[in-house]
C-alpha cells in the first residue's frame, strides 16, 4: 500500500484507470437500467415499480460504501500517515452523500405507491437520513479543519471512524427492528430474489460501482492537483519576497 | 379506499432523480478536476 503513497505513481495510475472505470461503468449502468426498464419483467404483487430497485439498491450501497471508504482512509491516515489518505476521504464524501441522497428520494418515490406514503419514521429510513447529515458534517468539518488544523485532518479522520458506527445499524436496521422496508433480498451466497431481477440488479450495482470508483479517482487528481498548484503558488511568493 | 396511481410516474421520476444525479456528478467531477489540474500547470509555468 505505501508503494501508492507517491503522489506521482498515484497519477500515473489514475490517468487510465480513471477514465476506464468512468466510461465501462457507465456504459455497464446504462445498459443494466435499460434492461430493467425495458426488459425485465414487472414483479406480481409490486407491479412496474419494481423498476425503481436497479437505481434504489445500488445508491443504498454506494451511500453505505462511501462512508467506509472514509472509515478505511481515516484509519489508514491515523495509523500510518498515509499522504493519499486523506486524499481519498475527501474524495469519497460528496460522491457518497448524492447515492444517499438518490437512495433516499428514489426509495421515497417507492414508497408512495407501494406503501401509500412519501415516508416513515422506521430504523431503515431514519438510519439512511442519519448518514446523509452524517456525510454534511463531515464536510464542513473536514473544510474547517484545513483552516484550523493546518490540514492535519485528524478531526474529520476520528470523525469518519466514530460514523461508520451506523453503517451496521443501517445494514441491520430491518433486522433488529419492526420495519415497513423490507429485510435484506441478497445476503452473501444466496438471493430471495429470481435471475429475472437479480441479473440487472447486480450488472447496475456493477456499473454505478465503477461510475463511483472513477468520480472518486476524479476527484483525488483534483484534491491533489489544488494542493501541488498551492504549494507552488506559496514558494514562489516566498521566494519573491525573500528577493524583494 | 387507495386512489389509483400510475406506477409508471414514479419509475420514470425516480429514474430522472438517479441519472440526473449520477451525471451531474460526473460532469461536475470532470470539469473540476480539469480545472485544478490547469492551474497547477499554469502554476508550474508562470
Same mark, same amino acid.
Given at each position: ?11 500515473? #495510475? ?7 472505470? /468512468? ?5 455497464? %449502468?446504462? *445498459?443494466? =437500467?435499460?434492461? +430493467? &426498464? ?24 454506494? +451511500? ?39 437512495? &433516499? ?22 438510519? /439512511? =437520513?442519519?448518514?446523509?447529515? =452524517? ?19 485528524? *478531526? ?41 431481477? =437479480? ?10 460501482? &465503477? ?6 479517482? %476524479?476527484?483525488?487528481? @483534483? #484534491?491533489? @492537483?489544488?494542493?501541488? *498548484? ?9 521566494? !519573491?519576497? !525573500?528577493?524583494? | 379506499?387507495?386512489?389509483? /396511481?400510475?406506477?409508471?410516474?414514479? $419509475?420514470?421520476?425516480?429514474?430522472? $432523480? ?6 451531474? /456528478? ?10 485544478? !489540474?490547469?492551474?497547477?500547470?499554469? %502554476?508550474?509555468?508562470?
Amino acid at each position: 500500500m505505501h508503494g501508492f503513497a507517491n503522489p506521482a505513481r498515484f497519477l500515473r #495510475i489514475a490517468r487510465w484507470l480513471m477514465p476506464l472505470c /468512468m466510461g465501462t461503468g457507465l456504459v455497464v %449502468a446504462f *445498459a443494466a =437500467l435499460g434492461w +430493467g &426498464l425495458f426488459v425485465a419483467p414487472a414483479e406480481r404483487l409490486q407491479g412496474e415499480t419494481v423498476r425503481i430497485v436497479y437505481l434504489h439498491v445500488p445508491a443504498a450501497w454506494l +451511500g453505505m460504501a462511501g462512508w467506509m471508504g472514509i472509515a478505511g482512509a481515516s484509519f489508514t491516515e491515523l495509523v500510518w500517515r498515509h499522504p493519499l489518505a486523506a486524499i481519498a476521504a475527501k474524495a469519497c464524501a460528496v460522491p457518497g452523500a448524492v447515492f444517499t441522497a438518490v437512495c &433516499l428520494l428514489t426509495g421515497s418515490l417507492w414508497g408512495r405507491p407501494a406503501w401509500g406514503t412519501w415516508w416513515v419514521w422506521d430504523g431503515r429510513l431514519t438510519s /439512511m =437520513l442519519v448518514l446523509l447529515f =452524517l456525510y454534511f458534517g463531515w464536510m464542513a468539518l473536514s473544510q474547517a479543519s484545513e483552516v484550523a488544523d493546518g490540514g492535519q485532518n485528524r *478531526a474529520p479522520a476520528i470523525f469518519g471512524l466514530v460514523g461508520a458506527v451506523n453503517v451496521p445499524i443501517i445494514h441491520y436496521s430491518v433486522i433488529w427492528w419492526n420495519s415497513q422496508h423490507q429485510p435484506p433480498s441478497i445476503t452473501v451466497g444466496k438471493s430471495a430474489m429470481s435471475g429475472d431481477f =437479480l441479473v440487472p440488479l447486480l450488472a447496475a450495482m456493477l456499473g454505478f460501482t &465503477l461510475i463511483f470508483a472513477g468520480v472518486v479517482l %476524479a476527484r483525488m487528481r @483534483a #484534491i491533489l @492537483a489544488e494542493q501541488q *498548484a498551492e504549494a507552488r503558488l506559496r514558494r514562489k511568493a516566498r521566494a !519573491e519576497v !525573500e528577493a524583494f | 379506499m387507495r386512489e389509483a /396511481m400510475d406506477p409508471w410516474t414514479f $419509475v420514470v421520476a425516480a429514474y430522472v $432523480v438517479g441519472v440526473g444525479a449520477t451525471l451531474a /456528478m460526473v460532469v461536475w467531477a470532470l470539469l473540476s478536476m480539469r480545472r485544478a !489540474e490547469k492551474r497547477r500547470d499554469s %502554476a508550474r509555468n508562470r
